[in-house]
Structure formats: structure tokens, C-alpha cells
Antibody
Framework: QVQLVESGGGVVQPGRSLRLSCAVSGFTFSSYAMHWVRQAPGKGLEWVAVIWFDGSNKYYADSVKGRFTISRDNSKNTLYLQMNSLRAEDTAVYYC??????????WGQGTTVTVSS | DIVMTQTPLSSPVTLGQPASISCRSSQSLVHSDGNTYLSWLHQRPGQPPRLLIYKISNRFSGVPDRFSGSGAGTDFTLKISRVEAEDVGVYYCMQATQSWTFGQGTKVEIK
């Protein structure tokens, strides 16, 4: 069945970096755009970034632009989020999600990132 | 950026009774391709969100028919015809017409 499994979360100090991964199975990864969406503790959902099916286009929320980079390896069925210059306000559960005709139809379970000194 | 505003933010409901959530966008969600990319998602406590409705009124696979979506332009509504216990949680609208943004969420709980 369709599965998205995030990994790479953890506790990191402000200003440091972290890379999240999302391993995908059960569908043709290279045919779909993919998103990262985050949720701060007790808060709502915040869209973070999207990457086109072939990696040709990438878009970011203003809150992460210039600090985060979304990428993918279609040969490994894996989505990534490189997070640099982390701030306390980046603390959240990070979800990867599949885009199907501009609706986000499948979500992973999430990985938790805590930015704290 | 398009701002999505949901009302109410909290909705206590009685089992078996209907519930309704409104979502308003700061500008029209009609895309240049003629579609309106407004979705509804449901998140149970401790769980990831799941898609309920896409393009205003299309139920996603496996979603019970007690859920329905309607609206046009900037005003949209999610209705639950008869609330069941499993429907508790937070409901989000999401637009994908211009970038991607979510509403603040509406918490549905049983009275």
C-alpha cells in the first residue's frame, strides 16, 4: 500500500542544520510532486515547501526561504528537506505528503524536530 | 498570499446531529485552468491529517458520504450530516490555487 515514512528528526541547537528524509513506497514516486508541511506544538498546519515530480520546480514558504532546501532522489524513492540556520520557531512535527492534482492526498506519520539550546 | 479564515474555531456537537464549518479565502480560489483547488482535511489527535474533500466537493476515496463540501469563489463549507464519535478532531481547509495555505483549523468535539 501507499506509504510515506519520515525520518531524521531530533533535537538540535539554534543555528545548526538537520536533514529530513521521506521514504516512499506503493506508488510511482517519480510521477508526483511532493510537499513538506509542518505543525508546531499545539498549532495548526503550515505548508513549508513543494517540489515538482522531476525536481524542475521548487517553492518555499517565506518563513523558510533561503534556509531550507527541498530535494528528491527518484532513483531512491526518497524526498529530502535540508534545514539550515534552524530557529526555535522551526520546532514542529514535519510531514511529507503527496500532491495529486493540487490536492495533498497522502501523508506520512511525521518526524519531530526540536530546536533548543 | 491568500489567507484562509475558518469559522467557528471550535464546534461542540451532539452525536447524530449535523455540523458545519465555514472557510473563507482572502481572494478568489478559481485557478486560471478553471478549477478551484479547495480541500478539506481532518486530523485526529496524535494522527497526521487525512484528505476528506478535494476541489470543493469531491469526496476522497473511502470518505463516508455524511461528509460534503460546497461553495465557490471565496466562500466554502464542509458539512457533516450526522456526527459520529470518530469525527472528533480538527478540520482544516486548504487552498492550492496560489501557493498552498491552510485555515487555522476548527476543533470538533462531542458535547
Amino acid at each position: 500500500q501507499v506509504q510515506l515514512v519520515e525520518s531524521g528528526g531530533g533535537v538540535v541547537q539554534p543555528g545548526r542544520s538537520l536533514r529530513l528524509s521521506c521514504a516512499v513506497s506503493g506508488f510511482t514516486f517519480s510521477s508526483y510532486a511532493m510537499h513538506w508541511v509542518r505543525q508546531a506544538p499545539g498549532k495548526g498546519l503550515e505548508w513549508v515547501a513543494v517540489i515538482w515530480f522531476d525536481g524542475s520546480n521548487k517553492y518555499y514558504a517565506d518563513s523558510v526561504k533561503g534556509r531550507f532546501t527541498i530535494s528528491r532522489d527518484n532513483s531512491k524513492n526518497t524526498l529530502y528537506l535540508q534545514m539550515n540556520s534552524l530557529r526555535a520557531e522551526d520546532t514542529a512535527v514535519y510531514y511529507c505528503a503527496r500532491d495529486s492534482l493540487l490536492c495533498v492526498d497522502v501523508w506520512g506519520q511525521g518526524t519531530t524536530v526540536t530546536v533548543s539550546s | 498570499d491568500i489567507v484562509m479564515t475558518q469559522t467557528p474555531l471550535s464546534s461542540p456537537v451532539t452525536l447524530g446531529q449535523p455540523a458545519s464549518i465555514s472557510c473563507r479565502s482572502s481572494q478568489s480560489l478559481v485557478h486560471s485552468d478553471g478549477n478551484t483547488y479547495l480541500s478539506w482535511l481532518h486530523q485526529r489527535p496524535g494522527q497526521p491529517p487525512r484528505l476528506l474533500i478535494y476541489k470543493i466537493s469531491n469526496r476522497f476515496s473511502g470518505v463516508p458520504d455524511r461528509f460534503s463540501g460546497s461553495g465557490a469563489g471565496t466562500d466554502f463549507t464542509l458539512k457533516i450530516s450526522r456526527v459520529e464519535a470518530e469525527d472528533v478532531g480538527v478540520y482544516y481547509c486548504m487552498q492550492a490555487t496560489q501557493s498552498w495555505t491552510f485555515g487555522q483549523g476548527t476543533k470538533v468535539e462531542i458535547k
